[in-house]
């Protein structure tokens, strides 16, 4: 279950659940789209992801397309492992402006 707090005024925070696969990728996009009204940024905390499937992948490419058209900046404070890799694989890092790993 993803849940929102405010980080600053402007600026508010979405952690996202351990389980981003199919049977919760409408409540994710719902908390990462809702994030962003009346805020100019939305920081996602994805430490917790373990487990991700492409419906969970989609969920978050919209809610950042829907924020990015309302002129919200959407950012990432932490990204799992399970989650960089399963957007690796799909060939959707860029798309979700997801942080390139350390070499």
């Known amino acids: 279950m993803a849940r929102i707090s ?3 005024p402007e600026t508010r ?3 996202l659940g351990e389980d981003l696969r199919i049977a919760h990728a409408r409540e994710t996009f719902e908390a990462v ?3 962003g009204e009346g805020a100019t940024a939305v920081e996602i905390d994805a430490a917790g992801v373990a487990r991700v499937d492409a419906a969970g992948l989609q969920a978050l490419a919209a809610a950042m397309l829907r ?3 309302a002129g919200v900046d959407c950012r990432w404070s932490t990204v799992s492992p399970a989650l960089a890799g399963a957007a690796a694989l799909c060939g959707l890092s860029k798309a979700l402006a997801l942080p390139e790993a350390p070499q």
Do not use: G, M
Request: proline content about 0%; aromatic content about 0%; hydrophobic content about 50%.
């Open 6 to 8: 405010r980080s600053r």
């Open 33 to 35: 789209a809702t994030a």
């Open 67 to 69: 924020l990015d058209a």
């Open 13 to 15: 925070r979405v952690a």
